[in-house]
């Protein structure tokens, strides 16, 4: 498993796991969606969650949850670029891009981020060589994210025959095609998509066998947060899952995940910090 990776000039060691804080820059999470509120209201956020030890903030301006609708180039740029650009100068943080789009990648890159976050594993047009590019010039290097189908109908009708060795084959292919066409396996991390084509019970297959991503040797970043697979069990809303979103960061944590993707950074630290504890004791 890689203990030690670098993200851009950032080095950070994988001894405990590290929390991604997840901010949304979709213009329904603003109260005015106008331009100055965005970016001032983003950057409380991200101030708020690296206080709170998050040691990645993950900024994304599509939202790829079920049955969303593509957003045009310009308008995602729009979104994410001011914010990763005020973030990289004001915070200690490694800003992740959450896309899938090549121009945004680079943009993203020569604005600051040290982490290319792409749901659709670099597949579109261009993004593979943006990565490659990212990576070879600025040591920034690509999380490669399951996701059957497309966010239009991925949850229509999920079918594995065996979803984990699925996943895990999906993975060989993919990390073999990414170091052929020549990104190097240090700029490689890997996460399973949970809610990404998945149904309720391919989810906890997926978690109960996180052990064998390990395979692959690099980091692995999961994102479980506030998603159906913990509401639908526990028939909560979107804002009443804390407890939900707590246990399944625990299971990760304990799981030896590398990075948690989530929107409660503080809450995650403690149950972070207790596994630590539980790991370090005989
Ligand atoms: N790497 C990674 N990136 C993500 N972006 C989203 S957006 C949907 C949501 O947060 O509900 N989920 C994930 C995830 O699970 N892993």
Redesign the pocket.
């Known amino acids: 498993r890689k203990h030690m990776i670098k993200f851009r000039h950032r080095e950070i060691k994988f001894d405990t796991p590290k929390v991604m804080g ?1 901010l949304n820059v979709t213009p329904d999470s603003f109260s005015d969606g106008g331009h100055f509120s965005t970016v001032d209201t983003a950057m409380r956020q991200a101030e708020l969650m690296v206080n709170a030890g998050a040691a990645f903030i ?1 900024v ?1 301006g599509e ?3 079920p049955g969303a609708v593509a957003v045009a180039l310009q308008e995602e740029l729009d979104r994410v670029i001011p914010i990763i650009e005020s973030i990289g100068k004001q915070l200690d943080v490694v800003v992740s891009v ?1 896309t899938s789009k090549a121009q945004v990648m680079t943009q993203a890159v020569e604005s600051g981020a040290g982490l290319i ?1 792409d ?1 659709r594993a670099l597949r579109n047009e261009g993004a593979l060589n943006a990565a490659i590019h990212a990576a070879n010039h600025f040591n920034v290097p690509s ?1 490669l ?1 399951h996701m059957q189908g497309k966010p239009q109908n991925m949850q229509y009708k999920p079918h594995y025959v065996g979803v984990v060795e699925e996943v895990l084959s999906f993975f060989e292919r993919r990390i073999q095609e990414c170091t052929d066409a020549g990104l190097n396996y240090q700029h490689i991390l890997i ?1 399973p ?4 084509g998945k149904t309720l019970d391919h989810n906890y297959q997926i978690l109960k066998n996180l052990q064998k991503f390990n395979k692959f040797e690099v980091p692995l ?7 159906s697979m913990i509401g639908n069990l526990l028939q909560r809303d979107v804002n009443q899952r804390l407890a939900g979103n707590i246990a399944t960061a625990t299971i990760a944590a304990l799981a030896g995940v590398e990075i948690i ?1 989530v929107h409660d950074v503080d809450e995650t630290m403690d149950a972070i910090k207790i596994v630590n504890k539980l790991q370090s004791v005989e």
């Open positions: 997840i993950d994304g939202s790829t949850r959450d976050n749901v999380c994210m996460d998509g949970f809610g990404f970043l999961v994102g479980m947060s506030r998603k993707r």
